[in-house]
C-alpha cells in the first residue's frame, strides 16, 4: 500500500519541539502514560466484547507487553486490546487537534513547579507524544478489534508524519521507540536496561489490572512491528512485571498512599495528587467494594454538559463501564474512583443500570458515604475542607435542589461568606450560635459579587443593628434558596423580599406611635406614587430598613427575583416579568422633601418625574437596569440644569 506523508499543525509542531526538547525533569513518564494508553485500550476491548456478540476479537489473554531490544536501541509497547481504524488514527493521532494541544501549550506556560508540568502530559491526553522525549522516531502499528486491515503512523517529530495502510497487522497497538543515545546529564537513560524497565512500571503501573509482561532477549534480526517473530520460541518467558492487586479489595494498611495516588490519576487523568481517599465495603445479600477520591481541583469541563462523570464499574474485578453515572449524583459527578461489585451481571448497559435496585441502593450509600467525608473533613481538617469548598462548593450546591433526603447534610457541610469576616465563610451552625439575642431568621441576600451586596441599600439596617448576613454570590445560589425554606427551625429570610421582621428587640410605644404616624403623614403621597409608578410597582411603602438611601425596590416575600428571572431566561425558560415593591425611606431630606411638596402642590407638573427619577434611583443602587435610560437621564438633566 502506498505511503502517505502529512504536515504537522503549527499547535502540534510546537507539542512536538517542546517533548524533543522537553523541559520535564522526569522524562520515565513516557513509559507510564503508554502503559495507561495500553490499559484503556484492553479496558475498551473488554467492555466492547461483552456489549457485542459479533465483535469477534480475541479476549483469551489480554495483556501488555514490553519488548526490549538492546542492540537495536528499541523498545516496544503493545497491546493487543480494541486498537484503532484509519480515521481514529487521523482523528487522534495524526492532528493532535483532539487533545487540546492549544489549552495544553498554555497551561504549560502557566505551570508553577516541575510536578506540575509533568502531570500535565496526562491531564490533557497528549501522553503518545511524550515518546519523543526519549524517541528520534516513533511508529505506531495498529488494527481496530473486528476489522480485517490495520494503519501504521511513524515520524521523526521534525514537522511530518507518515500514513500507511498494513494488509496484516495484530489486534491492538503496538508503539516502536528507537531510542535517543543515553544521556544521564538530560536524564534520558537506558530505556532498554529491564531494571529501569522494573522501576518505573513498579513506580506508576503497578496496580493496573492487565499483565505487563517484559521480555528483553534481542531478536536475531530487526523486524518491523507487525511481524510475528518465528524464534519466539526460543526466547525465555516474559516476566509479569506488575502485582495486579486491586486496591480496592487490599486493607488500607496495607497500601501506601503513593499507591493510590496513583491509581487515581490513572482513572482520573489528572496530575495532581487526590484532596482524599475514601474506601468502603459493604457485606451480606448485596456485596461491593469502593474506593472513591476527592480530587484536589476540578476538571476543565465540570460545568460543560459534556463533562464525562461516574465512576469505574467492576463486576468481580472485570470492568464493565468507565464512566458510570447512575452510581454517583450530579452533583458530585467530581468523585472519581472504582466500585465492584459481587452480584451484578457481567453483561449490562446503562439503560439497565439506571433501573438496577442493587444501583439505586450503591448509589445512596456511596452519596451518604461522600457527604460524611466532607462532614468529617470540616470538623477535623478545616484547611482540606476550606481547598475544597473553594474549588468544588458551588457544584456540591446543587444537590440542595436534587437531593432531599441528604439536603440537611449538604446544608451541615456548606460554607457561606458573611458579613461576619470577610475571609473566612461560615457554615449555618456556626451562623446560628452567633445569632443575637431574640433573633428569629437566618438572613441572606443573593448578588453578582460580595461588594455589590455589601454596597446594596438593603444592607442598610442588619449593618447598623449587627446583624449578621449570609452573601450568596454562585448562581446556583439564586436557585437553591427558593426551595429551601428552613434549617435547624430557623427559617431562611432574604433580606431583598417582604418586611424584614428584624425581630432582635422589643419595640417601644414610643416607636410605634412614631411609625403609626409617618404612615398617616405618608398616606397620601404613597397612594399618589403607587398610581403613578403602577406600570412598574405593585405598591409604594415606607421602609423600615433605610437609614441612608432615599429609597430601595423589594421583592415580595414568594416572587422571583430579577436575577433569578434572568437565569432561567438565560436556560432559555419564558418567565414573565414581575412588578417589585418600592420602599420610602422617611427619615431622607429627599423623600420628606417630596412628600411636602405633594401635599402643598399636589398639581406640580414637576413631581411625576421626581417619583420616576426615586424609582430609577433604587433600581440603580440595586444593579439592575433602568427600562428607559433616554428619560431617565432627561429628567436627571433637567433636575441639574434647575440648581445651576
Known amino acids: 500500500m502506498p505511503t502517505e506523508t502529512f504536515e504537522f499543525q503549527v499547535e502540534a509542531r510546537q507539542l512536538l519541539h ?38 469477534n476479537a480475541d479476549v483469551s489473554d489480554l495483556h501488555i507487553a514490553i519488548e526490549a531490544d538492546t542492540d537495536a536501541r528499541t523498545l516496544t509497547i503493545r497491546d493487543n486490546g480494541v486498537g484503532m481504524s484509519h480515521d481514529e488514527v487521523v482523528q487522534l493521532i495524526g492532528t493532535i487537534a483532539k487533545s487540546g494541544t492549544a489549552e495544553f501549550l498554555q497551561q504549560m506556560k502557566q505551570a508553577e513547579n516541575t510536578a506540575a508540568a509533568e502531570g500535565l502530559i496526562g491531564q490533557f491526553g497528549v501522553g503518545f507524544y511524550s515518546s519523543f522525549m526519549v524517541a528520534d522516531e516513533v511508529t505506531l502499528l495498529t488494527r481496530r478489534a473486528g476489522e480485517t486491515t490495520g494503519t501504521r503512523w511513524a515520524s521523526t517529530g521534525e514537522g511530518t508524519y507518515t500514513l500507511e495502510t498494513v494488509d496484516e497487522a495484530p489486534q491492538g497497538t503496538s508503539v516502536l521507540l528507537r531510542l535517543k543515545p543515553e544521556d544521564t546529564e538530560d536524564k534520558v537513560f537506558d530505556y532498554t536496561d529491564p531494571a529501569k524497565i522494573r522501576e518505573i512500571v513498579k513506580r506508576y503501573s ?32 516474559p516476566e509479569t512485571l506488575n502485582s495486579r492487586k486491586a486496591l480496592w479489595a487490599r486493607s488500607r494498611d496495607e497500601v501506601s498512599d503513593e499507591e493510590y495516588h496513583e491509581l487515581y490519576k490513572h482513572i482520573s487523568h489528572d496530575w495532581a495528587d487526590p484532596l482524599e481517599i475514601i474506601q468502603m465495603r459493604a457485606e451480606g445479600t448485596f456485596e461491593y467494594q469502593a474506593l472513591l477520591f476527592l480530587p484536589s481541583h476540578p476538571p476543565r469541563d465540570i460545568f460543560s454538559q459534556d463533562n464525562k462523570r461516574g465512576v469505574q464499574l467492576y463486576v468481580k474485578r472485570v470492568l464493565i463501564m468507565e464512566d458510570c453515572e447512575a452510581l454517583v449524583p450530579e452533583y458530585l459527578r467530581f468523585v472519581k474512583g472504582v466500585v465492584d461489585a459481587a452480584d451484578l451481571s457481567l453483561n449490562v448497559s446503562r439503560e439497565i443500570l439506571q433501573q438496577d435496585r442493587q444501583i439505586q441502593l450503591m448509589h445512596r450509600r456511596l452519596a451518604k458515604k461522600v457527604l460524611s467525608t ?22 456540591v450546591k446543587e444537590g440542595l435542589l436534587s437531593d432531599f433526603d441528604n439536603r440537611d447534610t449538604i446544608l451541615g457541610i456548606s460554607s457561606f461568606a458573611t458579613t461576619h469576616d470577610a475571609e473566612r465563610p461560615t457554615g449555618l451552625q456556626e451562623y446560628i450560635e452567633r445569632m443575637k ?25 442588619f449593618r447598623d443593628k449587627g446583624l449578621e448576613v449570609l452573601l450568596l454570590t454562585d448562581p446556583v445560589d439564586e436557585v437553591w434558596v427558593g426551595s ?53 410597582v405593585k405598591d409604594v411603602r415606607l421602609s423600615s430598613r433605610l ?54 402642590r399636589p398639581s406640580d407638573p414637576a413631581l411625576p418625574g421626581t417619583a420616576e427619577l426615586l424609582y430609577g434611583m433604587a433600581l440603580l443602587a440595586e444593579g439592575s437596569q433602568i427600562n428607559d435610560p433616554a428619560r431617565f437621564t432627561q429628567l436627571l438633566a433637567e433636575r441639574l440644569e434647575r440648581t445651576l
Not at 503497578?206 to 534480526?221: E, K
Not at 428569629?440 to 439596617?461: D, K, L, N, W
Not at 436556560?571 to 423623600?591: F, T, Y
Open 18 to 55: 517542546m517533548m524533543i526538547h522537553s523541559i520535564y525533569s522526569n522524562k520515565d513518564v513516557f513509559l507510564r502514560e503508554l502503559i495507561s494508553n495500553a490499559s484503556d485500550a484492553l479496558d475498551k476491548l473488554r467492555i466492547e466484547a461483552l456489549r457485542d456478540d459479533t465483535l
Open 374 to 395: 466532607i462532614r468529617e473533613m470540616k470538623a477535623n481538617r478545616p484547611e482540606n475542607y476550606a481547598s475544597f469548598w473553594r474549588e468544588f462548593g458551588r457544584v
Open 206 to 237: 503497578d496496580f493496573i489490572t492487565w499483565p505487563i509482561r517484559l521480555a528483553t532477549r534481542a531478536p536475531a534480526a530487526a523486524e518491523p512491528p507487525e511481524q510475528e517473530n518465528d524464534e519466539a520460541g526460543d526466547r525465555p518467558e
Open 437 to 461: 439575642e431574640g433573633q428569629q431568621h437566618i438572613f441572606y441576600m443573593t448578588g453578582e459579587s460580595r461588594s455589590a451586596i455589601e454596597r446594596s441599600p438593603h444592607m442598610e439596617v
Open 484 to 536: 429551601v425554606p428552613e434549617y435547624q427551625g430557623r427559617e431562611l429570610r432574604s433580606i431583598a423580599k417582604g418586611e424584614p421582621e428584624l425581630g432582635t428587640e422589643e419595640d417601644t410605644e414610643e416607636a410605634k406611635a412614631d411609625r403609626e404616624q409617618q404612615r398617616e403623614e405618608y398616606a397620601a403621597l404613597l397612594k399618589w406614587m403607587t398610581e403613578r409608578l403602577g406600570e412598574d
Open 547 to 600: 437609614t441612608v438611601s432615599p429609597a430601595c425596590v423589594v421583592s415580595d416575600t414568594g416572587d422571583v427575583t430579577p436575577a433569578l428571572q434572568n437565569l432561567y431566561r438565560a436556560m432559555g425558560q419564558d418567565v414573565p416579568a414581575g412588578k417589585r415593591i418600592l420602599e420610602l425611606n422617611a427619615g431622607h431630606s429627599l423623600v420628606e422633601g417630596l412628600r411636602r411638596a405633594h401635599a402643598e
